[in-house]
């Protein structure tokens, strides 16, 4: 084992970091493993507007002397740490593992592996072992991403996805033609990013295959909607228009040119796009309100991920989740990740879409896009929806 | 660059020389070079390049990028981005004499990767006080590290503050100066700038700014009398002008400005992309910027101002314009073959811009401009090139690369 081949080099790095940091005097492993695990603590505990850092800048002075035993205690440290502390804590990694490689000491391997195939680790940080790993061992990208199809890393199962496409293509190029279908449907349900999902769907269309790209990525693609209510001079954001005091559908109110009720809105765009614009009408200066029912098995945690080029807010269960006043800078999918905690049962999703006034050519795109996922981008269904069970 | 260190040091004290002692002639420290964009003149880069000829090396890059290089001695650094949504932020070491990385380092990004397609996250060029480097990107995440890529701190400013970016993408690079970073990010949807300690990365003052999207740089301005070093926040309202250890705000311009292409400084003259071109100068009394002159023929498009030698060039479509920085005259006008991202570079005479389809032109400079030659490089380019003495790196889509007639 690499790890038991440098251990003498091993023994003697920890001998001289441990005469550089802490006391300065030689400790046993345990104490040394305590003094990793406080200086990892710290770093842990920096914070917004640089709270904590300077206890943290002196605790990764002190991790980048350290040796390779302190590889995977950090990547574990990663584990539920703020995303500005898993970079402090990314870069002692790198540090580290940089300096062993280039001395020829290599890396701890098994370790690193045992670390990387737990999946109750961060993921990102599974991904950053495996990719030094590699760099030592290129054997491991065989060995292991086969197996990765369904991990919770996206970049996992991006690769998973690519090795199986690859091997789909094959058989396709030698007129295997249900075997290549079989191995594009099986790499799309681990398929989240959009280049592979379009390159997968393409490639089954072609064999006369159709893809369900709303069930896919999980877009909500029936609404209800309401408005329009006013947002001349952009006043209608802040506003409170009442389908945000109460969700009644059977309600009607005054809206900006005369009376609005709730009305069903359905999309049949393959990534559930919702335009207004030609949907409905091209508003101006004018606020929407959309709603749909999610219904959950269980308690979880999800995101909401849209896209939209209006303004927009989102509540659930009538708890504001997301605001953002910006308007016509562009649309993307999962433009915006929105963290949310799904009730067991009836869940009531919100949606505020505000378009504004300006008379550009590019400013007149009044839509949406909103879906429901994992924190990895796998779809998360409602229990509601029809055939939820199938396959896309 | 001698006057660089020399004034500073007079200025600041021994601390302060400590911090930019290792910043010399040779080194690129930020977007456009020397603090202020009036660059001292160093030897010229070749005026061809091509068929292996005048290329001391090429490095392959991944994932994608459009800061520009920055260089302290014989090292480069270079930022860029990879991942399906370009999360992962990099900065790699590059050795100046070989092209070898030396190292390279990855983080996380915290804020936003949305961006337009033709930009991306590693848009904003890094900068180096000359013992640290400043590694910014569109996500507004702030990574100061090392030369040897030892991480000293790092922020997450859009973490902090997240209604603090633009879904097309921010571009706009830090400046250093009285040991402070000083960053603009601003958006539509909160817009701020901000004066950071360079030990710490704690925040040193923050302003609140005009709420609207804004992609140009802010700019360090020396004063003259007394070579107090200031710097100039630009937005779509026009230009504040702050103490940079402060933010104290000592002079405004509220005639509108460009969010795109930045301002350069002639001496006491501030050359802001206003009304075409405009020149500033500090008031004698109040806090309103003084207008000198106004030039609506003097129109950056993209590009931002270039001040060399007494004259000020700037790029308005495929146009290069050669103007007096005094008085606003064109002097002279050539037509290149745009459109141009990238901002120009000037040395020894000469002067070097790529327009997007990464075809290099050099241009001699004098009473006329002559075209000396066109240099495809047969890559996308949207950087600014960095000058190095007698040569220049170029970063395309795919590679970085070291223009120079020998290795140095």
């Known amino acids: 084992m690499r790890y038991h081949q440098t251990f003498v080099l091993l023994l003697s790095s920890i001998v001289v970091s441990s005469l550089t940091v802490g006391t300065g005097l030689p400790t046993r492993a345990s104490s040394r493993d305590a003094s990793i695990g406080k200086w990892i603590d710290a770093i842990r505990a920096v914070g917004h507007q640089g709270a904590g850092h300077e206890a943290a800048q002196k605790a990764l002075q002190n991790l980048h002397r350290c040796g390779p035993d302190a590889l995977v205690p950090i990547l574990k440290g990663i584990r539920g740490a703020n995303p500005l502390a898993a970079n402090w804590l990314l870069n002692a990694f790198e540090v580290i593992a940089d300096r062993e490689v280039r001395g020829g000491r290599g890396l701890p391997a098994d370790e690193l592996e045992r670390f990387l195939l737990d999946r109750d680790n961060a993921p990102r940080a599974r991904r950053i072992a495996f990719e030094w790993l590699a760099k030592v061992d290129p054997s491991v990208i065989d060995r292991l991403i086969p197996g990765m199809l369904l991990d919770p890393s996206p970049e996992f199962r991006r690769d998973a996805v690519a090795r199986l496409m690859a091997d789909a293509d094959r058989l396709r190029g030698q007129d295997q033609l249900d075997r290549a279908v079989a191995l594009y449907r099986k790499a799309l349900t681990g398929a989240t990013d959009q280049k592979q999902v379009e390159a997968l769907v393409k490639r089954l269309k072609e064999l006369g295959q159709k893809v369900d790209l709303q069930r896919h990525f999980g877009f909500i693609v029936d609404w209800q909607i309401i408005g329009p209510f006013d947002n001349t001079d952009r006043k209608g954001f802040a506003a409170v228009y009442p389908p945000e005091k109460e969700v009644n559908l059977r309600a009607s109110y005054p809206g900006k040119l005369g009376p609005v009720r709730w009305v069903p809105i359905h999309t049949d765009d393959p990534y559930g796009i919702v335009n207004i614009a030609k949907s409905v009408a091209p508003y101006k200066g004018a606020v929407m309100y959309l709603t749909a029912e999610f219904v959950s098995r269980e308690s979880r945690p999800v995101e909401f991920r849209l896209g939209t080029p209006n303004a927009v807010k989102v509540w659930l269960n009538g708890k504001l989740l997301f605001a953002r006043e910006e308007y016509h800078r562009g649309m993307f999918l999962d433009q915006f990740r929105v963290p949310a905690q799904l009730q067991a049962g009836r869940n009531r999703i919100l949606i505020k879409l505000c378009q504004n006034e300006q008379t550009e050519p590019w400013a007149q795109r009044y839509e949406f896009q909103f879906r429901v996922c994992d924190p990895s981008g796998l779809a998360v269904l409602s229990a509601e929806r029809d055939g939820a069970a199938s396959s896309p | ?408």
């Open chain 2, 1 to 408: 660059m001698k006057c660089f260190c020399v004034r500073t040091v007079a200025a600041c004290g021994v601390l302060l020389a400590v911090t930019v002692d290792q910043l010399g002639a040779a080194d690129w420290p930020q977007f456009r070079g020397h603090p202020g964009a009036s660059a001292e003149d160093v030897s010229a880069p070749p005026t061809a390049w091509g068929d292996g000829k005048n290329i001391a090396w090429t490095a392959e890059l991944e994932g994608r990028g459009v800061s520009s290089p920055i260089v302290i001695g014989d090292r480069v650094f270079l930022t860029s981005c990879t991942g399906p949504e370009q999360e992962r932020l990099h900065v790699i070491c590059f050795d100046i004499r070989t092209g070898r990385r030396v190292w390279e380092r990855q983080f996380w990004a915290t804020g936003s990767t949305s961006c337009h397609p033709k930009t991306c996250v590693a848009a904003p060029t890094p900068a180096t006080d000359g013992r640290r480097i400043f590694a910014f990107y569109s996500s507004n995440d702030l990574a100061c590290l090392d030369r040897e890529g030892r991480l000293l701190w790092f922020r997450g400013l859009t973490y902090d503050f997240p209604q603090a970016r633009i879904s097309l993408g921010m571009a706009s690079s830090p400046v250093v100066t009285d040991e402070t970073v000083v960053v603009q990010v601003e958006a539509d949807t909160d817009a701020f700038a901000m004066g950071l300690d360079v030990d710490t990365g704690a925040t040193r003052w923050k302003l609140d700014r005009h709420r609207r999207a804004n992609w140009c740089s802010p700019i360090v301005w020396e004063r003259d009398a007394t070579a107090e070093r200031l710097v100039v926040l630009q937005a779509s309202n026009g230009v504040w002008v702050v103490r940079p250890r402060t933010g104290d705000l000592i002079a405004r311009y509220d005639e509108g400005a460009s969010t795109i292409s930045s301002s350069s400084a002639f001496g006491h003259l501030l050359l802001v992309p206003s009304n075409g071109l405009t020149a500033l100068k500090l008031p004698q009394s109040g806090s309103e910027l003084e207008t000198v002159w106004r030039q609506n023929r003097l129109r950056p498009t993209t590009c931002s101002p270039l001040v060399y030698k007494d004259h000020v060039y700037v790029i308005s479509g495929s146009i290069l314009k050669c103007a007096d920085p005094r008085t606003g005259r064109i002097r002279w006008q050539l037509r290149l073959r745009g459109p141009f991202s990238s901002s120009p570079v000037a040395a020894g005479g000469y002067l070097y811009v790529f327009n997007e389809d990464g075809v290099g032109f050099v241009v001699e400079l004098g009473p006329r401009g002559r075209i000396v030659s066109q240099n495809p490089m047969n890559e996308t380019i949207l950087a600014t090139p960095a000058l190095i003495d007698g040569g220049l790196l170029i970063r395309s889509d795919r590679h970085l690369w070291k223009i120079a007639s020998k290795p140095q």
